[in-house]
């Protein structure tokens, strides 16, 4: 790896929930922003998106939910994270996520909530300004 | 239509009209250098007699009731009766949505429609470990006969029609919902309601697949034969626009892909060997109304027109019923802001008046705070009173197609239909759509059309009010509703009680004739009856059908 390496940017789908447009069109955003991207599709289970965390080698996780599990999921993903020994990869989450739940999920260690009418350019931007890439 | 010489003078006048007006215009322009809707339909000035003049009167709009039904399928539509308002709704256990339903009920909502949790969608029990986190949360959770008879206890089936938005286990949940029907002493001539069933949506952009394709359309077909027999009043399938156009297609392409599925499902009925005016009349349709008032009225007559053809010179169909697309609505989900949520309730009053101008058979109105969870009780109030108001206090539903003979929404209609009519040529160039799904083409459309959507709005080009002008610094809404987090608890409980006390033989008999029957062409849904009456679960009635169909294995691409 070089200092010059692209962010990479894992976009994952936990849970049972099919609606992946926010996911895809994020996806497609990085990518146009100059990052690397992996989609996983649909229907992960937290153990699989870690996986695929270590896997890919990924600087960033964007999750997102938007059928009310994420406050099983998110903070779920975080613990295996840590289990597995990739406690520095940013993680985002977004979706159909109530303000009220916002506080848990950062205390859990997700690093940003962006939930509808976001822009995909200031979540490019937080990307930016808060991955700890590795060299 | 129109007299050609006092069009021809008309078209010297409107010429003359342009020039008039063209150093007003230079001095102060328009808003916009071009005005094009979401499908990429040109908007033009005004519309004028001679943009509609190869209109046809009696060939291209009729009378209503009558083909090609572009005014309407019923001959007198809201003048006999308004649509059937229909809340989608359901979450936690069956006592929870059993509740929900009543207070709908009691409200003047005249149809109910079952929204189902996803472990439930995707024919997994509570218990099972992919559903930790799900059940119960976007609909209710249904494992056995037991959640169906809570879920309709104290509401007369053979009163209330039904939805059910259900579409890969969609034979278990009408099982059994016919198997409790039963108990209530209702046979399945009394009975009234839809299964969505529709499989090639869930490709596409739903999500909520079990099996592959080809045996997806098997048990689709198998409900058709049964419920033209057992259940001859059930719409068997509605094939639905509306998760496609939620994952970011056009009006244009909601028309098209929504109608080569139906294609599709006509075709493989044929090939069931099943006469297309067996279960033709029992195909319903499910659309989005999304925010362009004229393009959408526009896109719900072009939709009307286009299947009447098809159904009329594609297969054949001799009985007028077949021709008709009778469809149910709902306002975009995708157009509600979590920012100051109350405006939703202004977006979701218009949505539902183009819906009524386009002619709905029955309407979905999302609540105001959708964006951010379920809705509340008031929140759901609000919504339906929408449809009430529009029905009871201005005046809509008083005569059938009142758009019909606008310049600008007939010229609509015709591009919407021709341009439609494109894609499906092509679709069917492809060797259908089954074929291109397959080959990821319908999929990509729609991500493209989302991204472009998407790319409009941060660039300020599509004005959200309230996302990118007129924002305001707003609190946190308060009030939304949270499904209670032992759900899942209960649900494992009631699951636990009923293996131990049902009869295992009958059980494991009824599991292994319906394992036989998917083998081989065997119509599955006697069978599946009997696993529900036998109080077998729908994981494990599902789990048959995955070990003989195996499972859907997604490609996905950016």
Redesign the interface.
């Known amino acids: 790896m070089t200092a010059s390496r692209r962010i990479r940017v894992l976009?994952a789908k936990p849970?049972?929930?099919?609606?992946?447009?926010g996911a895809?069109?994020l996806?497609?955003?990085l990518?146009d922003a100059g990052m690397e991207?992996i989609?996983?599709?649909?229907?992960q289970?937290p153990e699989q998106v870690v996986n695929a965390v270590i896997q890919e080698d990924v600087d960033v996780l964007c999750l997102s939910s938007l059928?009310?599990?994420h406050?099983?999921?998110f903070p779920?993903i975080m613990e295996l994270l840590k289990e597995k020994g990739a406690p520095d990869v940013l993680v985002l989450g977004g979706g159909?996520i109530?303000?009220?739940d916002a506080q848990a999920l950062k205390d859990a260690g997700i690093a940003g909530i962006f939930?509808?009418?976001s822009?995909?350019?200031d979540i490019v931007k937080f990307i930016q300004e808060n991955v700890r890439q590795r060299t | 239509m129109f007299d050609e010489r006092a069009l021809e003078e008309l078209k010297e006048a409107a010429k003359r009209w342009e020039e008039s007006i063209a150093a007003a215009l230079s001095k102060r322009p328009e808003r916009k250098a071009a005005f094009v809707n979401t499908s990429g339909i040109p908007i033009e000035r005004v519309y004028l007699p001679f943009q509609v003049q190869g209109l046809d009167y009696q060939r291209d709009l009729g009378f209503p009731g009558s083909f090609p039904f572009t005014r309407g399928v019923q001959p007198t539509m809201y003048r006999g009766q308004f649509w059937t308002m229909r809340q989608y709704a359901g979450f936690g256990t069956a006592e929870e949505s059993n509740k929900r339903y009543r207070y709908l009920l009691e409200q003047g909502q005249t149809g109910l429609s079952v929204a189902f949790d996803?472990?439930t969608?995707?024919g997994y029990d509570s218990d099972h470990?992919?559903?930790?986190?799900?059940v119960g949360?976007?609909g209710v959770a249904i494992d056995s006969i037991e959640d169906m008879r809570i879920l309709f206890e104290g509401i007369p089936m053979d009163k209330v029609s039904t939805s059910m938005t259900i579409n890969a286990p969609a034979a278990i949940l009408l099982a059994m919902y016919l198997a409790v029907a039963q108990e209530q002493g209702v046979g399945g001539g009394q009975l009234n309601g839809t299964i969505q069933n529709d499989i090639l949506k869930?490709y596409t952009?739903?999500?909520?697949y079990i099996f592959p394709p080809e045996p997806s359309m098997r048990i689709v077909t198998d409900i058709f034969s049964f419920c033209s027999k057992e259940v001859p009043n059930w719409n068997t399938i509605s094939i639905s626009g509306y998760h496609m156009r939620?994952?970011?297609c056009t009006a244009v392409q909601e028309v098209a892909f929504t109608l080569a599925n139906g294609i599709a499902y006509v075709e493989a009925g044929l090939k069931a060997g099943l006469d297309v005016d067996e279960f033709g009349p029992r195909l319903a349709f499910f659309f989005c109304c999304h925010l362009d008032f004229f393009e959408e009225v526009a896109k719900f007559r072009a939709a009307r027109r286009l299947w009447a053809r098809i159904m009329r010179e594609r297969f054949k169909a001799k009985n007028p019923r077949s021709w008709m697309l009778r469809f149910h609505t709902q306002t975009a989900g995708?157009t509600?802001?979590?920012?100051q949520p109350k405006n939703n309730i202004v977006r979701v009053a218009y949505q539902a008046m183009a819906a009524v101008l386009g002619g709905t058979q029955s309407l979905h109105t999302n609540s105001m705070d959708e964006?951010?969870?379920?809705p509340t009780e008031e929140a759901v109030q609000i919504a339906l009173r929408t449809q009430q108001l529009l029905a009871h206090e201005f005046g809509v539903a008083d005569t059938v197609d009142p758009m019909g003979g606008s310049f600008y929404v007939e010229r609509l209609t015709d591009e919407i239909e021709e341009r439609a009519m494109d894609y499906i040529r092509k679709i069917d160039e492809m060797g259908g759509s089954p074929r291109a799904i397959e080959l990821g083409f319908i999929q990509k459309e729609i991500?493209e059309a989302?991204?472009t959507y998407?790319k409009e709005?941060?660039s300020g080009e599509r004005v959200?009010v309230?996302?990118n002008r007129f924002q305001v610094q707003e609190p946190?809404?308060k009030g939304?509703l949270r499904?209670d987090p032992a759900v899942r608890q209960r649900q494992v409980e009631r699951l636990e009680r009923i293996r131990k006390s049902r009869e295992a033989r009958k059980v494991g008999r009824a599991l292994e004739a319906l394992h036989k029957a998917a083998q081989s062409t065997e119509n599955i849904l006697p069978h599946i009856l009997e696993a529900v009456r036998a109080q077998a679960t729908l994981g494990e009635i599902c789990d048959v059908l995955r070990d003989v169909f195996g499972e859907y294995q997604?490609s996905?691409s950016?």
């Open positions: 976009v849970g049972l929930d099919g609606h992946d447009r895809k069109v996806a497609r955003a990518r991207v989609y996983t599709g649909i229907r289970s059928s009310g599990a406050d099983y999921l779920r159909i109530p303000e009220e939930g509808p009418g822009f995909t350019k | 996803l472990p969608q995707i470990p992919s559903a930790f986190g799900e949360k976007v869930e952009s739903r999500g909520t939620e994952a970011g995708c509600l802001t979590a920012q964006a951010l969870a379920l991500q989302a991204y998407q709005i941060e959200v309230g996302v946190p809404f939304i499904v997604a996905v950016i």
